[in-house]
Protein backbone atom coordinates (compact mmCIF):
# COMPACT_ATOMS: atom_id res chain seq x y z
CA UNK A 1 0.00 0.00 0.00
CA UNK A 2 1.90 3.23 -1.45
CA UNK A 3 1.89 5.89 1.00
CA UNK A 4 3.62 9.47 1.51
CA UNK A 5 6.05 9.31 4.13
CA UNK A 6 7.13 12.76 6.28
CA UNK A 7 9.99 13.33 8.72
CA UNK A 8 9.46 14.23 11.26
CA UNK A 9 6.65 13.74 13.02
CA UNK A 10 7.06 16.09 15.37
CA UNK A 11 9.50 19.07 16.00
CA UNK A 12 9.87 21.05 19.09
CA UNK A 13 12.26 23.95 19.02
CA UNK A 14 13.06 27.28 19.10
CA UNK A 15 12.37 30.59 18.06
CA UNK A 16 15.21 31.45 15.28
CA UNK A 17 16.40 27.69 14.74
CA UNK A 18 16.17 26.40 11.28
CA UNK A 19 13.85 23.77 10.48
CA UNK A 20 13.54 21.02 7.94
CA UNK A 21 10.74 18.73 7.02
CA UNK A 22 11.00 15.99 4.44
CA UNK A 23 8.67 14.35 2.40
CA UNK A 24 8.84 11.03 0.22
CA UNK A 25 6.13 11.36 -2.38
CA UNK A 26 4.35 8.12 -3.69
CA UNK A 27 6.48 6.54 -6.39
CA UNK A 28 5.61 7.56 -9.99
CA UNK A 29 3.25 11.02 -8.72
CA UNK A 30 5.08 13.77 -10.03
CA UNK A 31 2.94 16.39 -8.39
CA UNK A 32 4.22 17.44 -4.94
CA UNK A 33 2.46 20.16 -2.62
CA UNK A 34 3.62 21.46 0.88
CA UNK A 35 0.16 22.56 3.36
CA UNK A 36 0.30 23.98 6.29
CA UNK A 37 -2.89 23.67 8.77
CA UNK A 38 -3.53 25.70 11.60
CA UNK A 39 -6.96 26.06 13.88
CA UNK A 40 -7.41 29.17 12.61
CA UNK A 41 -6.43 29.19 9.08
CA UNK A 42 -7.61 25.77 8.06
CA UNK A 43 -5.37 24.12 5.30
CA UNK A 44 -3.40 26.94 3.37
CA UNK A 45 -1.46 25.76 0.17
CA UNK A 46 2.19 26.85 0.62
CA UNK A 47 3.93 26.05 -2.23
CA UNK A 48 4.03 23.15 -5.01
CA UNK A 49 5.93 21.46 -7.67
CA UNK A 50 5.63 19.17 -10.92
CA UNK A 51 8.04 16.66 -12.18
CA UNK A 52 10.15 18.57 -9.51
CA UNK A 53 9.97 21.72 -10.84
CA UNK A 54 8.25 24.47 -8.68
CA UNK A 55 5.02 25.81 -10.26
CA UNK A 56 3.55 27.90 -7.10
CA UNK A 57 4.97 29.12 -4.12
CA UNK A 58 2.85 32.08 -4.06
CA UNK A 59 1.22 31.03 -0.28
CA UNK A 60 4.65 30.43 1.32
CA UNK A 61 6.58 33.99 3.37
CA UNK A 62 9.54 33.97 0.87
CA UNK A 63 11.87 35.74 3.75
CA UNK A 64 12.15 32.25 5.78
CA UNK A 65 10.63 29.62 3.75
CA UNK A 66 12.38 28.07 1.34
CA UNK A 67 10.60 24.46 -0.69
CA UNK A 68 13.13 22.16 -2.93
CA UNK A 69 12.81 18.93 -4.73
CA UNK A 70 16.48 17.98 -4.88
CA UNK A 71 15.10 13.94 -6.74
CA UNK A 72 11.66 12.59 -7.35
CA UNK A 73 11.75 10.86 -4.28
CA UNK A 74 12.67 13.92 -2.10
CA UNK A 75 10.46 17.18 -1.55
CA UNK A 76 11.93 19.93 1.41
CA UNK A 77 10.54 22.50 3.28
CA UNK A 78 12.99 24.38 5.46
CA UNK A 79 12.15 27.22 7.55
CA UNK A 80 14.98 29.56 8.73
CA UNK A 81 14.43 30.98 11.12
CA UNK A 82 11.82 29.84 12.63
CA UNK A 83 9.13 31.96 14.81
CA UNK A 84 6.24 30.86 16.88
CA UNK A 85 3.86 31.98 14.40
CA UNK A 86 5.00 28.86 12.22
CA UNK A 87 3.68 26.46 14.43
CA UNK A 88 1.11 24.50 12.92
CA UNK A 89 0.92 21.10 10.89
CA UNK A 90 2.51 21.19 7.53
CA UNK A 91 1.67 17.93 5.36
CA UNK A 92 3.07 16.88 2.21
CA UNK A 93 0.76 15.55 -0.86
CA UNK A 94 1.57 14.16 -3.82
CA UNK A 95 -0.87 13.40 -6.50
CA UNK A 96 -0.47 12.63 -10.98
CA UNK A 97 -2.21 14.98 -11.54
CA UNK A 98 -4.08 18.34 -9.13
CA UNK A 99 -7.16 16.79 -8.30
CA UNK A 100 -6.27 13.33 -7.08
CA UNK A 101 -4.25 14.49 -3.53
CA UNK A 102 -2.63 11.74 -1.11
CA UNK A 103 -1.74 12.92 2.07
CA UNK A 104 1.34 12.47 4.45
CA UNK A 105 0.87 12.06 8.04
CA UNK A 106 2.13 15.29 8.47
CA UNK A 107 5.23 17.00 10.72
CA UNK A 108 3.40 18.97 14.08
CA UNK A 109 5.81 21.48 14.34
CA UNK A 110 5.88 23.29 17.45
CA UNK A 111 8.41 26.71 17.90
CA UNK A 112 8.88 27.99 21.46
CA UNK B 1 -14.05 36.19 1.61
CA UNK B 2 -13.07 33.07 1.73
CA UNK B 3 -13.07 31.00 -1.50
CA UNK B 4 -14.85 28.05 0.10
CA UNK B 5 -16.97 28.68 3.13
CA UNK B 6 -18.51 25.77 4.94
CA UNK B 7 -20.22 25.94 8.89
CA UNK B 8 -17.67 24.51 11.39
CA UNK B 9 -19.96 23.05 13.58
CA UNK B 10 -19.78 20.98 15.45
CA UNK B 11 -22.61 18.88 14.43
CA UNK B 12 -23.67 16.78 17.17
CA UNK B 13 -25.95 14.13 16.03
CA UNK B 14 -27.06 10.74 17.31
CA UNK B 15 -26.43 7.10 15.74
CA UNK B 16 -28.59 6.14 13.32
CA UNK B 17 -29.47 10.38 11.79
CA UNK B 18 -29.10 11.53 8.79
CA UNK B 19 -27.11 14.93 8.61
CA UNK B 20 -25.91 17.17 5.42
CA UNK B 21 -23.12 19.74 5.42
CA UNK B 22 -23.32 22.44 2.58
CA UNK B 23 -20.39 24.24 1.40
CA UNK B 24 -20.48 27.29 -1.00
CA UNK B 25 -17.58 28.12 -3.43
CA UNK B 26 -17.02 31.78 -4.96
CA UNK B 27 -14.39 30.66 -8.02
CA UNK B 28 -17.90 30.07 -10.90
CA UNK B 29 -15.01 28.67 -13.18
CA UNK B 30 -14.07 25.92 -10.51
CA UNK B 31 -14.16 22.49 -12.17
CA UNK B 32 -13.61 19.65 -10.35
CA UNK B 33 -15.41 19.30 -6.42
CA UNK B 34 -14.47 16.57 -3.64
CA UNK B 35 -15.03 15.77 -0.44
CA UNK B 36 -12.44 15.05 2.04
CA UNK B 37 -12.58 13.50 5.40
CA UNK B 38 -10.19 14.48 7.98
CA UNK B 39 -9.60 12.25 11.64
CA UNK B 40 -8.57 13.85 14.38
CA UNK B 41 -5.07 14.31 14.88
CA UNK B 42 -4.74 12.62 11.02
CA UNK B 43 -4.24 13.69 7.46
CA UNK B 44 -6.96 14.54 5.19
CA UNK B 45 -8.17 11.48 2.94
CA UNK B 46 -10.65 11.78 0.04
CA UNK B 47 -13.72 10.68 0.76
CA UNK B 48 -15.71 11.39 -2.65
CA UNK B 49 -15.47 13.53 -5.92
CA UNK B 50 -18.68 15.14 -6.32
CA UNK B 51 -20.33 15.12 -9.79
CA UNK B 52 -22.96 17.39 -11.85
CA UNK B 53 -25.55 15.17 -11.25
CA UNK B 54 -25.04 13.65 -7.81
CA UNK B 55 -23.50 10.34 -6.90
CA UNK B 56 -23.66 8.36 -3.97
CA UNK B 57 -21.23 6.04 -2.22
CA UNK B 58 -23.07 3.62 0.45
CA UNK B 59 -24.71 5.92 2.97
CA UNK B 60 -22.75 9.29 1.51
CA UNK B 61 -24.47 11.42 -0.91
CA UNK B 62 -22.91 14.52 -2.48
CA UNK B 63 -24.79 17.03 -4.97
CA UNK B 64 -23.33 20.09 -6.42
CA UNK B 65 -25.62 23.40 -7.21
CA UNK B 66 -23.56 25.03 -10.49
CA UNK B 67 -26.16 27.84 -10.36
CA UNK B 68 -25.65 28.59 -6.49
CA UNK B 69 -22.19 27.71 -6.17
CA UNK B 70 -22.63 24.86 -3.47
CA UNK B 71 -21.83 21.58 -2.99
CA UNK B 72 -23.36 19.40 -0.68
CA UNK B 73 -23.30 15.73 1.59
CA UNK B 74 -25.94 13.81 3.08
CA UNK B 75 -24.50 11.02 5.42
CA UNK B 76 -27.31 8.43 6.09
CA UNK B 77 -27.58 6.11 8.95
CA UNK B 78 -24.84 8.03 10.80
CA UNK B 79 -22.02 5.68 12.81
CA UNK B 80 -19.92 6.65 15.31
CA UNK B 81 -16.73 6.03 13.38
CA UNK B 82 -18.53 8.46 10.80
CA UNK B 83 -17.60 11.29 13.41
CA UNK B 84 -14.61 13.36 11.72
CA UNK B 85 -14.07 16.68 9.92
CA UNK B 86 -15.79 17.08 6.42
CA UNK B 87 -13.73 19.27 4.20
CA UNK B 88 -15.21 20.62 0.98
CA UNK B 89 -13.09 20.93 -1.66
CA UNK B 90 -12.96 22.85 -5.13
CA UNK B 91 -10.15 23.58 -7.98
CA UNK B 92 -8.63 26.87 -8.32
CA UNK B 93 -6.24 27.49 -10.81
CA UNK B 94 -4.28 24.10 -11.02
CA UNK B 95 -4.51 23.75 -7.56
CA UNK B 96 -7.01 22.72 -4.68
CA UNK B 97 -9.16 25.04 -2.48
CA UNK B 98 -10.10 23.41 1.09
CA UNK B 99 -12.77 24.86 3.14
CA UNK B 100 -11.63 25.04 7.10
CA UNK B 101 -13.44 21.83 7.84
CA UNK B 102 -17.32 20.60 9.32
CA UNK B 103 -17.03 18.70 12.47
CA UNK B 104 -19.43 15.87 13.13
CA UNK B 105 -20.10 13.79 16.29
CA UNK B 106 -22.16 11.10 16.48
CA UNK B 107 -22.85 9.98 19.92
CA UNK B 108 -24.30 6.68 20.98
Known amino acids: DARVTQTPRHKVTEMGQEVTMRCQPI?????VFWYRQTMMQGLELLAY????????DSGMPKDRFSAEMPDATLATLKIQPSEPRDSAVYFCASGSNTDTQYFGPGTRLTVL | RKEVEQDPGPFNVPEGATVAFNCTYS??????FFWYRQDCRKEPKLLMSVYSSGNEDGRFTAQLNRASQYISLLIRDSKLSDSATYLCVVTGTDKLIFGTGTRLQVFP
Open chain 1, 27 to 31: LGHNT
Open chain 2, 27 to 32: NSASQS
Open chain 1, 49 to 56: FRNRAPLD
